[in-house]
């Protein structure tokens, strides 16, 4: 890789998962060097006490990759500003350190960002949902009170179909 940015940065986050870092990083750099050759990955280990980001550091070394740690516990949120902050691509996606998302993931969401061959325009945001997931009506009615206020403040219609999509309103 040369030193201009990479296209895709991928966040893995994880706190006490010194288990499952090396599996998992082994099998998304395995995916990414095969699906995704333009990326870096950031590692951010989130105060673990269990020796996850040095498992993390001897996966990576040798790769396109940061490794970065909080001295405590700080939550998911400060883990990702923390690991975007740090990102210098165009695109970035995250995910847990636990397993329980496939890299193959990253290619959905990547492929939902391409423009359609019905020529609908790309997108600049893509949000993942998931499958077969029950909220509730508390949970469902929050939801659309946030897509309704991104529409009035951005002008930009969030759709779902499986992933979803922010899109300028087309109106």
């Known amino acids: 890789m040369n030193g201009s940015p990479a296209d895709l940065a991928v ?10 870092v090396a599996p ?14 333009d990326h870096e990955l950031i590692f951010i280990d989130d105060g673990s006490r269990d020796g996850t980001a040095e498992v993390a550091r001897s996966v ?6 940061q490794v970065l740690r909080h001295a405590h516990n700080r939550g998911i949120g400060a883990a990702l ?8 691509a165009r695109w ?9 998302i496939e890299p193959a993931a990253i290619g959905t969401l990547r492929a939902a960002a391409q423009p359609t061959a019905a020529g609908e325009p790309a997108v600049d945001v893509v949000f ?4 077969d997931r029950n909220d509730g009506l508390d949970r ?10 991104i529409a009035i403040v ?8 499986g992933v979803e999509q922010l899109r300028p309103d087309a109106s």
């Not at 082994?26 to 995916?31: A, K, V």
């Not at 990576?60 to 990759?65: M, T, V």
């Not at 500003?81 to 210098?88: E, G, L, P, Y």
């Not at 951005?154 to 779902?160: A, E, F, T």
């Open 60 to 65: 990576l070394s040798g790769r396109r990759a």
């Open 11 to 20: 966040i893995v986050f994880a706190y006490n998962e010194a288990e499952n």
């Open 140 to 149: 469902k009615l929050l939801s659309l009170g946030v897509r309704a206020l």
């Open 128 to 131: 993942s949902v998931y499958d």
């Open 92 to 100: 970035v996606t995250f995910m847990p350190a636990d397993g329980q």
């Open 24 to 37: 998992v990083l082994r099998e998304l750099c395995g995916w990414l060097d095969q699906h995704e050759p």
């Open 81 to 88: 500003k923390t690991a975007v902050a740090a990102s210098h």
């Open 154 to 161: 951005h002008q930009v219609v969030v759709r779902s179909d």
